[in-house]
């Protein structure tokens, strides 16, 4: 639920680009960080292709937004384009995170970790509970979220994440956004709105799961 | 990542449904539920599209895909509309999941029950470590992973979410796939491959956050 991109990110002439194209740039990276893990130095869009089931047209014309990558006899060399693709995405910098809530979802994504080799770092917590703030949990500090308009600015902090309960949400994000937060990941399972400048991704488990309900309720007129 | 549906649900003579029509469903049915639980009884397009910032014909579109649902001169009755997306969704009947993995993520997962509303619920979870299997965690049985191909169709379960580290993520889909499971939900930061009458959701948290770096890097091309 990014708000849209109206303008291309380069002067490619195919128009603006659209956010599923973003998306698939994460998935090429995660295969051609493991293609590099492999000890392989080079890779085609056939190749990239097939690791995530696309055609080879979809991956070279994904690209095709953001430049020229291949050599002709070669392909595309991974390392140089893990360079080119976190140029793009942002994440050939490194980007601290406010995360507001510290119960279990909170506490889950801190042990998780798993976007923390792409660049992203929680650099503080804000939860309500005296018992858990002015204190460090696991090395990172927990601040009362009163704190969120002094705090963020002074990290230099862009994005943040929303772990609290979905009566609080709201409230949550309109501090962060009082706070010059740019970015929001909300994980509380309600729709909350933020001004046209602040970018917001939502993510609601049971929406994941709806698809997939949809699909094997439907599956009748898909195999038809 | 769910399985293209090529053909459409119902005989709507619109062509196949795209994936975001069926996220907006889920999107839709919060709303409606929202406003049925603040009292609404009727609503309409340009309500449910405010609401959600998209245009009203976005709304109508979307809806059109599954059937006629307004009323001229009042608009959609909420409860009805909510139990026919719920009957598209599939979510009109019960759901029982299959969790693997029980660490940070499993129990955070457990605990935040953001989708037990929407009629998905945690029937069982698997795990390998022997201290916490053959007992129960928050009155679900915590089963061997050895045992998915037996407990899995017993449970009449079809749905199953992955949230074990990455390492582990396609063996435990294979013992998903084996155990007939037609739906998973992967929370490992990994691709994972099913067979195609498999559906697949991935949440890869790091794609997220990319969506929201691009857009702040690259605002500069959206504002200009």
Redesign the interface.
């Known amino acids: 639920m990014?708000?849209p991109?109206?303008?291309?990110?380069?002067s490619s002439a195919l128009g603006p680009i659209p956010?599923a194209v973003?998306?698939r740039?994460?998935?090429y990276?995660?295969?051609l960080q493991r293609l590099v893990r492999d000890g392989s130095e080079t890779t085609s869009s056939t190749q990239l292709g097939k690791?995530?089931?696309f055609t080879d047209a979809q991956v070279r014309k994904d690209l095709a937004y953001f430049g020229q990558f291949g050599y002709p006899g070669i392909g595309y060399r991974c390392s140089e384009l893990i360079t080119r693709i976190k140029e793009?995405?942002?994440?050939n910098q490194r980007?601290p995170?406010a995360m507001v809530g510290l119960?279990?979802?909170g506490?889950?994504?801190l042990?998780?970790r798993?976007?923390t080799?792409?660049g992203?770092e929680v650099a503080c917590v804000f939860d309500v509970d005296d018992a858990k703030v002015n204190r460090q949990f696991e090395d990172i500090p927990v601040y009362h979220l009163d704190r969120i308009v002094e705090i963020v600015p002074k990290l230099g902090i862009?994005?943040a994440i929303i772990a609290v309960p979905?009566p609080a949400a709201q409230k949550v994000a309109d501090a962060l956004v009082a706070a010059g937060i740019?970015?929001?990941?909300n994980?509380?399972?309600?729709?909350i709105?933020v001004p046209r400048?602040v970018?917001l991704?939502g993510?609601?488990?049971?929406?994941?799961?709806?698809?997939?309900?949809?699909?094997?309720?439907?599956?009748q007129?898909?195999q038809?």
Chains 1, 2 share one sequence.
Do not use: C, M
Request: charged share 20%; proline share 3%; glycine share 6%.
């Open positions: 990014t708000q991109t109206d303008k291309p990110a380069d956010k973003i998306n740039l994460s998935l990276l995660r295969e690791l995530l089931e793009i995405l942002g994440t980007w995170i119960g279990n979802l506490r889950a994504l042990g998780y798993g976007f080799h792409q992203f862009r994005l979905a740019q970015g929001i990941l994980f509380a399972p309600v729709t709105t400048h970018n991704e993510v609601d488990l049971a929406i994941e799961l709806e698809q997939l309900s949809f699909a094997i309720v439907n599956i007129w898909r038809s």
